[in-house]
């Protein structure tokens, strides 16, 4: 693609902004990206980029680039303009601008003469890169999470990301779909799959702090997930939140909907010796904020107090 495509006269974009660490970026993407073809609708605003993405009204997750996150954020649109991308494609392009060991910086620009997503290197004398991504009118979000607070004592529990991880890659085995219980005596969580056999990992909240860093519940409750959705919040947790030694936060709303929350860094690795505490978070200016909505099964035996 020619400069003159990003350069040409016209009306303003919508959006021109600059990121100074591609590769945090792409980290946080590929969180959500639970399948090789899937689509993912970009919302824009005075306050940042919303990414989301989901599947057969079960599985909902989110990316938060807040405006803080960029070198340059220039918003000049009226509402909140929505257009849908590839998020393979899309994450493949900013690989392209990604180099080992390196911070990159690009420009993003929002719309193109033909309503394409411009991206352009800025940091290099020697050479500069181009690349556009086709944008499509965004199907409509087919549900809203709505979550809601199950009660006033928060139902949740944040514990390791890479514990998280292992328990539910190991929850494959039994073939079925998995039970989560809380349960404030003893305090704990239980993650349960019957299927093939039977399999039932206990997270116990006193004799498990460097695992499950905090806890909150006030009565016993019970839901179960489909493995698949349950899956897809932790199969593409980036490596840098495990190195990180992070923490993931897991909270029970209203309906038994479960929301997953991870946060990834994108501060250039010159800055990553910020202070970082032990539930793993560190200045919230450089943190993608990742969440995911999973839907319970519908469980006429379950009964939640």
């Known amino acids: 693609m020619s400069s003159s495509a990003i350069d040409a006269d016209g009306d303003a974009p919508d959006l021109v902004c600059q990121l100074d660490n591609v590769q945090g970026i792409v980290d946080a993407l590929t969180s959500v990206r639970w399948k090789r073809h899937q689509d993912a609708v970009l919302e824009i605003s005075e306050h940042g980029v919303v990414l989301i993405v989901e599947e057969s009204s079960c599985l909902q997750a989110k990316v938060y680039l807040q405006k803080e996150l960029f070198v340059r954020y220039e918003y000049s649109a009226e509402g909140r303009p929505r ?133 909150s519940c006030d009565r016993q409750i019970s839901y179960r997930y489909k493995y698949k959705f349950l899956r897809a919040t932790t199969s593409n947790i980036p490596g840098s939140v495990i190195r990180d030694n992070r923490g993931s936060k897991l909270t029970i709303g209203g309906g038994g909907m479960l929301k997953v929350q991870h946060l990834v860094s994108v501060a250039r690795p010159s800055t990553s010796h910020t202070h970082i505490d032990s539930a793993g978070y560190q200045q919230p200016s450089r943190i993608a904020y990742i969440e995911f909505f999973v839907k319970p099964e519908v469980d006429d035996n379950t009964v939640n107090d």
């Open 83 to 215: 257009f849908g991308v590839s998020l393979g494609l899309f994450v493949d392009c900013l690989n392209t601008f990604s180099v080992p060991g390196n911070s990159t910086s690009i420009e993003i620009r929002y719309p193109g003469p033909d309503m394409q997503l411009l991206l352009k290197s800025v940091d290099s004398l020697d050479a500069c890169i181009y690349a556009e991504v086709r944008t499509r009118i965004p199907d409509t979000i087919s549900w809203d999470y709505n979550f809601e607070p199950a009660g006033s004592t928060p139902l949740s529990f944040t514990v390791k990301s890479a514990a998280l991880k292992e328990v539910i890659d190991d929850l494959e085995w039994p073939g079925s779909s998995i039970k989560i219980t809380l349960q404030p005596v003893p305090p704990s969580v239980t993650f349960r799959g019957e299927g093939h056999g039977d399999l039932q990992i206990d997270f116990m909240y006193y004799a498990n702090t460097d695992l499950l860093i905090s806890f």
